[in-house]
């Protein structure tokens, strides 16, 4: 990873889940932005699959966020909001035009470790891929966005069940999850919710994860949530120095998003 700083709200939860951020906000004088790399002929998912970071602008509000970007087409995006997007592109001509996209907002507070949140509105999102960014616009509640991320060095590290599997707590310690060495989901939070379910690895050369998460004896978020995940090796972070991973799923009503530590 380069030397973007973490500058996201105090809460703990955000300021790991967001890598995004530099030396000030968008309005900030500094050196002149690098041009955008000329996008190579014909990039299929496979080349532009990864985690991303960057931010989101409307008018003269600018909010940071992730991205997980998988070789199927799914893309997930968490914000400093800790709200969370998710839709599935396709690709034409490097890019993807007014794909629907679902939009949760958190039912808790992000210092709980687990964020659940609720399906609260649909909008649209079109883009365009080079070979390390991603560039483009969105619209939801009549609200136009515009936004800019960058691919991390770490999404080429690739996947395997061993360098994902072992034992992880969230940042506050109230939930703690298990994965074993075939990908198999164990867990369980001080809410008595219990979580289950199968990892998939759908392109080995990229550091992206598919997963179902099941969650028993929480209520209404009982439910089967499918969604991805990252593994950020220790020192990515500023100041973390275990493996962590970052994890966005939802069941269509609900949503869940957990940042990990290895434990």
């Given amino acids: 990873m380069d030397n973007r700083l973490i500058k996201t709200s105090a809460l703990v939860f955000t300021a790991l889940f967001i890598l995004s951020g530099c030396g ?3 309005s900030s004088a500094g050196p002149a932005p690098t041009p955008t790399p000329t996008p190579p002929a014909g990039l299929t998912l496979n080349d532009v699959a990864g985690f991303y970071s960057g931010e989101v602008t409307s008018g003269e509000n600018t909010i940071f ?6 070789s199927t087409g799914e893309i997930r995006v968490v914000t400093e909001l800790d709200e969370q997007l998710t839709g599935n592109i396709t690709l034409s001509n490097n890019g993807f035009s007014d794909v629907e996209f679902l939009s949760f907002f958190p039912e808790n507070s992000s210092d709980s470790g687990v964020i659940l949140g609720r399906l609260t509105t649909k909008g649209s999102l079109t883009g365009e891929f080079s070979s390390t ?13 515009s936004y800019s991320l960058t691919k991390e060095e770490f999404s080429s590290n690739g996947a ?8 992880y707590a969230s940042l506050s310690d109230d ?8 990908g198999v989901i164990n867990g369980l939070d001080t809410d008595g919710c219990l979580y289950g379910g199968q990892v998939s690895i759908p392109d080995s050369n990229t550091n992206i994860y598919s997963l179902s998460i099941t969650v028993d004896n ?18 990515s972070i500023e100041d973390i120095d ?6 966005n799923a939802d069941d269509g009503a609900f949503s ?7 434990i």
């Fill in 24 to 26: 000030g906000s968008s």
């Fill in 133 to 145: 960014e991603l560039i483009g616009s969105g619209s939801f509640d009549g609200i136009n966005t």
């Fill in 218 to 235: 929480c209520d209404v978020f009982n439910g089967t949530f499918d969604g991805l995940a990252t593994l950020v090796p220790a020192g």
């Fill in 65 to 70: 966020v992730d991205a997980l970007i998988s």
């Fill in 160 to 167: 395997s069940f061993d360098d994902f599997s072992g034992n």
């Fill in 175 to 182: 939930a703690q999850i298990s994965f074993d060495s075939d």
């Fill in 242 to 247: 275990v493996n962590a991973i970052l994890l």
């Fill in 256 to 262: 869940l998003t957990v940042a990990l530590l290895e």
